[in-house]
């Protein structure tokens, strides 16, 4: 009695990784991505996942704020909006480090002579 190999949906999920599912007879998908529709939605919620590694805060910030609002409106379904989610605060992270090393050179380099006043500057305790 020979059992057809069971084969996984070849699917690549928002977050990157292989969809898990069981693929259908006869086709490389599962039953939830065998629509082309789903599979469109998918990928581009891994194109814009892509695109959050380049985005700076305010970029960021929109993207956070479509991506609610679709999650609201049920445009997206759960598990995307948490890949973009993730995506996105690690990107703030990485943003928040940067900016960190940024000011603290700054600050290191500045000496005595620059008193612009940026809204950002802390004050030295004296
Ligand atoms: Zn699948």
Redesign the pocket.
Known sequence: MVHGKARL?T?ILSAGTQ?T?F?LRGQP??R??AASSQRERNADARQLIAMIRQMNVVTVACVLQNTVYELRTKVIPPLHAQAIFDAAASRLEHLIEEHAQLTSATAAHRGDKSHQNNGLQVVPIK
Do not use: G
Request: charged share 10%; aromatic share 12%; glycine share 0%.
């Open positions: 949906c699917e969809c599912q693929a998908w599962c939830s991505h």
